[in-house]
């Protein structure tokens, strides 16, 4: 077989370049040139959004100063304020200003230089008067765009051009305005340009190899052809065989006349090759089934192209047949006919048993079959039907009266009575009570069977467990009614959250401060002067940074640690604003002063997570701890509904977290509480600690128990009976967190463990082995315990453990270069054009798996805080130290700050709206659910993680 060179360039190779060259017409003359108009439009949308943002921030401030909760000019210092604070883009460093109409700067993040100086006169390189310009457009159109010359960021040796939108907020007199750079998009657009030549390049070489891949093919495909031609022929043969040798008849006609017929239809038809058929097949059927010659005539005269029903055949014999008839219509050559399976019947096997236990069975649906009566005692049931009445062992229930489980003898009644008169009812809510008394909600589907003489005989029927349904629903309900206490709390005065003020003199030690905050439980102290007046404050973040980690001599007088001077607000200010400012002035603690100025108290950050759970659960009396977990399970499924109000209400992170766990530090105090009532004191002192996103406080709505125990070691003869102790206390603690909804760890990182349920002496050598022997193994377990926290028992054990650990690491900083390089296996999910990969498994396509990002920023910032002595363990509050230290700059903690608590945020929302749609929650991002600006984020954020990931493989000296 000769190959024609000629003729393959026409056809293949000339068409392919072609092609190619089009392609590349289409992309450079067209596509790039609207993209890039079409990425102008979007940025354009983008920062009309934003602006409407920044009218509906200060139409709210308005509102409330109309409404007598502030004054107008505090209301218009709150708008001013997040305002300012409004951050998107690259770096997080795009912004928006405020003028008047004047036109005079109100407020500009990065030329304070112009605040509160006229601009009428101000014009940017070119002679524009670009505010007079912004004046003009919202007098004529209320809102516009702008377009003038104006410095890159925050760099002003950099002149670019930009185009703004501005609009007027009329109340107040004030054009509120962003913008966007031109120099972004053609940036992008020239990126893409190159990398497009890249792909065409790539392109060329792979089609030069896959051309002669086709000459290859084509010579491979005329011989592939015969041998097809071949293989086709013996198919044919061999389904021949295949169909002469079936047990059931197998018949074509066509027109009335037959086709084919196999060995089989002839041995029950014999002689039918010779003879016509009318469309009703009345030939062949017995003359007393005049029905089923009437069904077949009507269903050739029809529509349907299917027929199935069982008939009697009259062969020559005269001997009549029992058989199924299949016929199917066909059409062949324009010409009508019929397929035609025809199978013998013997005797009909008896139906015995119940076919819906065998379904129930495969679905996993509880299954049960009742006698007759007024009882209605079991006489079979499934294993699922088991477990959602609350039992294991078959026999036990079959012993009882389904009666018996119902303890409202009217719902019962009421099926009975539905029973009689409609023979079946379907998802009728019903209450049951389990083996171990609980109430269980489930929803009943029967239908009543009747023997031959109409008798009933059983009642057969599936069971349904929907308690977690109608326990979500009511946790709605009443959470409707919290959030209207949480919001009142919010505008409640500061006074009635606040504690009592513990003060010290100024000249009193370090140590005598230390000791007086332990005493009196509280994690700050007001200092005084020797005139009575407050002139500080100390918390125990002080004692922990500037004592034992930076060496100060606990006797000095405290005011050589003492925070001054004090930040203050009044006792009738509300709540909310307290929370702003001490966000604003980052701090813990605001002192509150009476209306005379006088020192009332003191509120903490921390006050506000416990005061939007309060009432607290109090621990029950001896006896009495279901009550008290009924309440834990009903706080927990209140949960996701207060995230989403404030997801919806674009919380900052440290909410979300703050409420996650407060709600699960307050859930395990109150169960350890339980299980150490239960069991006795503890013959030694003790901590249980919380570890990994719990530790960090951080933990989501998709975070599982991790938690350990420590305990002193037990004097001599008592380590047998210790040990077993704080394995039953740990053991009942796990078990009643997996009740009230704290999922058991997979990895059984849990204190139940007794691996991770040790005397001090045992943890010690555990983070010896740790840091001293950094392999693979060693660093993926040790990971999770490098973040712990307190959350019941004493605190001394836990205290000489992380002072161990602070100690050893301080001797082994080589240590931290292998946790390095562990940060460092992350790879960006983005592709060559700067596409977000995708999750390719089918449970979370179009998704994109969030905490991996999240796990890099974690690590990293760990790795910094620990190697600089940083004793936090909240990734935020490292964040701050590191920046206060200067180890990060203000740029990279702001980049970094952002890129969590954006991340954070996405987690949330997307596990509240798993919930709300019932779907398993998980930390994977639909990118379908975010908006164009979210996307654009997160790639940014992407990119960021990879200059992060360089900056650490340079401070720690990793080896490529």
Request: glycine fraction near 6%; proline fraction near 4%; hydrophobic fraction near 45%.
């Amino acid at each position: 077989m000769r190959f024609n060179i000629k003729r393959f360039f026409l056809t293949t190779v000339l068409p392919t370049l072609l092609t190619i060259g089009l392609f590349m017409l289409l992309i450079f003359r067209f596509i790039i040139p609207y993209f890039e108009q079409n990425m102008l439009n979007q940025k354009k949308a983008m920062i009309r959004e934003l602006i409407s943002s920044g009218v509906s921030i200060a139409d709210t401030f308005r509102c409330q100063a109309l409404a007598g909760k502030m004054s107008e000019a505090a209301a218009k210092a709150a708008a001013i304020l997040q305002i300012r604070n409004i951050r998107y883009g690259t770096g997080n460093k795009d912004y928006c200003w405020i003028t008047d109409l004047q036109p005079r700067m109100i407020q500009h993040p990065y030329r304070p230089d112009l605040n509160g100086t006229d601009l009428s006169g101000f014009r940017d390189p070119q002679g524009k008067l670009l505010f007079m310009e912004m004046v003009r457009v919202v007098e004529k159109s209320g809102a516009g765009y702008v377009d003038y010359m104006w410095q890159w960021m925050d760099d002003p040796s950099r002149i670019v051009p930009k185009i703004s939108y501005v609009r007027e907020f009329k109340p107040w007199g004030w054009i509120i305005g962003t913008g966007i750079y031109i120099e972004d998009i053609r940036e992008e657009i020239a990126g893409i340009k190159k990398r497009l030549l890249l792909v065409l390049l790539l392109i060329s070489a792979v089609m030069a190899l896959l051309l002669a891949f086709i000459v290859r093919q084509n010579l491979k495909a005329e011989m592939k052809r015969t041998a097809a031609e071949h293989d086709l022929l013996e198919s044919r043969e061999k389904y021949k065989a295949l169909v002469e040798a079936s047990t059931e008849g197998t018949w074509m006609i066509l027109e009335g006349a037959t086709i084919y017929a196999n060995k089989k239809l002839v041995e029950i038809l014999p002689g039918i090759n010779q003879r016509a058929i009318s469309d009703d097949f009345r030939e062949i059927i017995a003359a007393d089934r005049r029905d089923d010659i009437q069904a077949i005539g009507d269903f050739s005269r029809g529509t349907a192209t299917f027929l199935r029903l069982e008939t009697h055949l009259l062969p020559a014999g005269n001997q009549a047949t029992d058989v199924m008839l299949s016929i199917s219509k066909i059409v062949l050559s324009d010409k009508r006919g019929y397929i035609v399976i025809i199978k013998e019947l013997g005797r009909q096997d008896e139906r015995s048993g119940a076919p819906g236990r065998e379904l129930a069975d495969i679905w996993d649906i509880g299954f049960f079959q009742a006698a007759p009566g007024k009882k209605g005692r079991f006489l079979d049931i499934n294993t699922a039907a088991l477990s959602i009445l609350g039992y294991s062992d078959r026999a036990e229930l079959l012993e009882k009266n389904i009666v018996d489980l119902v303890p409202d003898r009217g719902e019962w009644s009421n099926l009975l009575r539905q029973l009689d008169s409609r023979g079946a009812v379907s998802r009728l809510p019903l209450q049951v009570r389990t083996r171990e008394g609980s109430l269980r909600s489930i929803l009943v589907s029967a239908r009543v069977q009747r023997d031959e003489q109409g008798a009933v005989s059983r009642t057969d029927g599936i069971l349904e467990d929907v308690s977690e349904q109608i326990n979500r629903q009511q946790a709605r309900l009443e959470l409707f009614s919290d959030m209207q206490s949480v919001l009142l709390l919010l505008q409640q005065p500061v006074a009635q959250v606040m504690r009592e003020a513990v003060v010290c003199p100024a000249d009193a030690s370090i140590q005598n401060a230390a000791e007086l905050m332990s005493l009196h439980r509280i994690d700050a102290l007001l200092v005084r002067s020797g005139a009575g007046e407050p002139i500080g404050i100390v918390t125990d973040g002080d004692l922990r940074r500037r004592v034992v980690g930076g060496g100060i001599d606990p006797q000095l007088p405290v005011a050589a640690i003492m925070s001054s001077p004090l930040k203050t607000g009044s006792e009738i200010l509300p709540l909310a604003w307290a929370w702003i400012e001490m966000k604003r002035a980052g701090i813990g603690h605001l002192v509150v002063l009476d209306a005379a100025g006088k020192v009332r108290g003191l509120i903490g950050r921390s006050d506000f997570d416990c005061s939007l759970f309060q009432p607290r659960p109090q621990a029950p009396a001896e006896g009495q701890g279901s009550p008290l977990l009924a309440d834990l399970r009903t706080q927990f499924l209140k949960l996701p509904e207060l995230l989403d109000v404030f997801v919806r209400s674009h919380a900052r992170s440290e909410w979300l977290t703050g409420l996650t766990t407060a709600s699960a530090d307050q859930t395990a105090e109150a169960i350890a509480a339980i299980a150490e009532r239960e069991l006795g004191p503890p013959p030694v002192p003790f901590a249980l600690f919380v570890l990994g996103s719990e530790g960090r406080s951080e933990s989501t709505l998709f975070t599982d128990q991790d938690n350990a125990l420590v305990y002193l070691d037990p004097p001599a003869g008592q380590a047998e009976s210790c040990r077993r102790y704080f394995l039953e206390f740990a053991a009942r603690m796990n078990l009643m967190l997996a009740q009230t909804g704290y999922a058991l760890c997979p990895g059984q990182v849990m204190a139940r463990n007794p691996r991770w349920n040790q005397p001090l002496s045992s943890w010690l050598h555990h983070f010896n082995d740790w840091i001293l022997k950094p392999d693979p193994q060693n660093l993926l377990e040790s990971t999770t315990f490098f973040d712990r926290r307190l959350v019941y028992g004493d605190a001394e054990p836990l205290r000489q453990l992380q002072e161990h650990i602070r100690l050893t690491l301080g001797e082994n900083p080589a240590f931290f270069s292998h946790l390095a390089r562990q940060c460092l296996q992350y790879k960006i999910p983005l592709g060559l054009f700067g596409k977000i990969l995708t999750d390719a498994s089918k449970a979370h396509q179009r998704s994109v798996n969030i905490k991996n990002p999240l796990r890099v920023i974690v690590n990293l910032v760990r790795l910094y805080a620990m190697a600089h002595g940083v004793e936090e363990v909240n990734t935020g509050l490292r964040l701050r130290r590191l920046h206060e230290q200067d180890v990060f700059s203000a740029s990279f903690f702001q980049d970094l700050d952002y890129a969590f608590d954006f991340l954070i945020c996405l987690q949330f929302r997307g596990q509240v709206r798993s919930l709300q749609a019932q779907k398993p929650l998980s930390h994977s991002i639909v990118l379908d659910e975010l908006a164009g600006s979210e996307i654009a984020t997160l790639k940014t954020i992407f990119s960021e993680i990879n200059s992060f990931q360089s900056r650490l493989k340079h401070d720690f000296s990793v080896a490529e």
